[in-house]
């Protein structure tokens, strides 16, 4: 049984994981560099040690002092949250070779999983369609070009071992296919130590679905429905919701079902994200699989009621789920606004500096996630995401409504923040009726600062 | 002024919820500043003032822990620790062991003086930048 | 259809109230005294309207400057909240004299449920079982002294028409009945006009269990299973819960159709409690009738999902349940503390004075009421409950740990508040057991205090 | 100055909704501040302090509606206002209506003087205590 865990995480996640412990009756340790010494999350933890300098490289990134750390307090286990250590494999094996239990999946799937051309060839043999694209690695410029050609421009050109935005390139046609190949190649080899080159089909326009899996280590796998995740900005989501409103039930269960199955292909036994593409005609195509807990996890606990981080714990910890599938319900519709310090205004520049004051919402339906304080220093060395705000609702609209009031009930001063971004988009037309694809943010936001200018 | 008094100020603005304060009186000025930094106000000459104590520049400071580990003060549980309070060190000497990841890094001096203090204790964990032993001029 | 409300009430309950008529798209109208200009409710209704002095009696009762207020902003309804106006069935009547709807239920059921006499014969008649007592109005202090003598001592003696802890006495044999009985006849005619006394059976430790009534116009009355509200200091409620833990699934169906046969006697049609003693044998026994909304209503709608002060508009506008019986469930477990600024160290002396901090608690199955904020200044005017924390969790053990780290993480600063004492009251083993009777919170307060003067 | 004195200051500086307070006596001077920045003040010399300039007591103040209703100026829509500014008012003269629950209130001038100001408007909401007419000695 786990008794104590270091949580090798800040912020909200790191609030979010504590209050997990303390309902399951583990012990925490948090860590943090010398820039978070008040931090909400070294207040909670019932211990807390300092890894580490402000730059994340030296203390959240910093394995030797997160390990020693959690074998000096005698912690059995490491929860990695998001970002950061989650999904390095390395980590996970060297917390394990250390004894101590990694609270996330076997890294050999994180390894699979991170390789993005193995991941496709597992997901193709168990069934799941896949983005149009080739299939395994590039052999050569002009098989490659042959492909393109098959699948249709635009495409988009992958390190097998990118990620993080690193080693991607999009291409509208053939010349700028011949120009691309050979310098990314050689990027690849550079930056990953692996040349390996595939290609996908570009989608400009799709909804972003990703389905919430849960598993155990004695081969139980459910799903959890799933997340509509398209409102976003660079790749960066900034407003989640659960169910994806669009989908019918057919549809809903076929997603659900080829995310299972692609869960079971590769042996999955933790808490795990499924990401789909899904185009104007409701195909939907395997994107990558995320192996560790999402920043938008709230949505789903809001409709099924599930504790996604007590199950992750649980299942590290060689429990079986408490769930089995037909225990899986919709109760209803989730939203989640991610309050962020930038300036939407100025190409959302972050702010940083004094929170002056803050005042969070509350009342029914209503969920908070947050470690912000009044009097918080916010530090220009992380994420500059503040809270999350999520709010349910029996139906979409009053998922929506009640965001809205949620919105006018926050104050946050002293930095630029863009509550006001997320409240005018709950009253955007194409949001409300839900028909948003990944591609309506940046449009949005384009409107929205072309507004500013005028009076009208 | 008295520092009695003064604690008295500086209590009730610590209770207050101002953020600034100046007081003068005929025989002292002060000012008070929350959360940013104080600008240096110049003291007006008060009429035959007592002579100020001559401060003592205290260039001693703390070695602190460059990793988390656990403190050792001497190389094995048989040996005598590197150095104890009172005694003189030249910079570059290995003051204790920090053991991190089965690996005993040894931890030097940063500069030559003698021990003032010695605030880590002997086979427990120290955190990143914590103190361990303070070097001065005097003990 | 109402449009606009205004909400005749103050604190946390004025903006329980604003935030149902914002997910309704109800425009809201507050009322403020001139001690309450910057109060919360203010702040968050469309409209607000000062209605006279600090003291309540010249505004929150301020019946004419209410009305006034309600007409010129062109408000079709009032909501009382609970408190001030809300049982007043002579408001309700000048209310509804004036056009407006009175949010509660029909103005002759307040006053039929009002007259505790009157109340007990309808329960009698419904075939709800009574505390044992005297049925009509003690016609003699013979015939009241014979009546005493059949149910046993100890007894309380009541008025009529009292409430609100007036006009009640506590008796423990025929010597003191025979001294009080006159003097309580007399107090009743000067302060109720209605010298009618009756008495009950005094039950020193019972369980007080309340069940929740949803009803409309249109006949339909369902309930929302029952709360234990055992909890209590001088009939002050500090913690309830939903559901009762003691009860199996038999007493439970058998209370909660009492309650309903009781709602239904009576035709009601709004939002209501039925209250009920519950002896050691599991029997239990018709207290009274609250004919509004409660403080504690939180905890019912964390373990149905139901939004009773919506229900309590829709049907106050002429519109049907949203649910029926069998669409009701219990979910799981829920817990509220109220949190009050009083000292349990000196006899609950209330504390007043500026709210120097104030962080809330978040995250999952946490939900908080509350009109506080950070530099909010607690008057001496009025109560002095500050917020109301509400934990749910699938289970009641689920939900007391997640109340405990609700508990650590929230900070008031300012004023002395209750917060160590519900702490303190999360870890006590006969709270914990579910197993405390109404006198238990007197004896633990004891008990505390006769700790604090000893180290051990 | 005794920190009792400043005690009291600081209690009535809590209590207000002022942001910023300059106090100056001829034994101290003491400037407070609420979250935001401070102005550079020049320190008087304290020495021979000039003589304090003798404040004009305006005794000028608004009769504030005693209740919630509809504000009136005249006694009907025909009628001309009960009162102007410049108008010349005595204690006890009726300046406006206010109708609450078809009930005609007269409110009364509560100082004679001149009417300075009116705020409230014909045929509008009023609530407690929002300001109506200001009597004062000069218009």
Known sequence: MIQKILIANRGEIAVRIIRACKDLGIQTVAIYSTADQSALHVQLADEAVCVGEANSKDSYLNVNNILSAALLTHADAIHPGFGFLAENASFARLAQACGLIFIGPNPEIIDLMGNKINARIAMHKAGVPLIPGSFEAIPSLEEGLKTAQEIGYPIILKAAAGGGGRGIRIILDEVAFRQAYPVLKQEAKNYFNDDALYMEKLFTSAKHIEVQILGDQFGNVIHLYERDCSFQRRHQKMIEEAPCHLLNETQRKALCEDALKAAKAVGYDSVGTIEFLMDENFNYYFMEMNTRIQVEHPVTEMITGVDIVKEQIRSADKQKLSYQQNDIKILGHALECRIIAEDYRHDFKPSIGKISFYHAPGGKDIRVDSALYTNYELSPFYDSMMAKIISFGPSRLHAIKRMRSALEETIIEGVENNLEFCYFTLFNPQFVAGRYTTDFANAWIKELNERESTLS | ?139
Chains 1, 3 share one sequence.
């Not at chain 2, 610590?14 to 003291?43: D, G």
């Not at chain 2, 500069?111 to 120290?126: F, L, P, W």
């Not at chain 2, 955190?127 to 001029?137: F, K, M, P, S």
Request: with cysteine; net charge negative.
């Open chain 2, 1 to 139: 002024m008295d520092t009695k008094q003064l604690e008295t100020i500086l209590a009730l603005f610590e209770k207050s919820t101002v953020s600034e304060m100046e007081l003068e009186s005929e025989t002292f000025k002060l000012k008070l500043k929350r959360n940013t930094e104080i600008h240096e106000v110049p003291v007006k000459p008060t009429i035959a003032q007592a002579p100020q104590p001559t401060t003592v520049v205290d260039t001693a400071h703390w070695v602190k822990a460059p990793l988390v580990g656990t403190y050792y003060h001497s190389a094995n549980p048989d040996a005598k620790p590197y150095v104890e309070v009172g005694q003189s060190v030249k910079e570059g000497q290995v003051i204790c062991l920090i053991e991190a990841m089965k690996v005993m890094n040894e931890i030097k001096a940063d500069r030559s003086g003698v021990v003032q203090e010695i605030k880590a204790i002997n086979g427990k964990m120290v955190e990143y930048n914590q103190a361990l032993v303070r070097i001065g001029d005097a003990p």
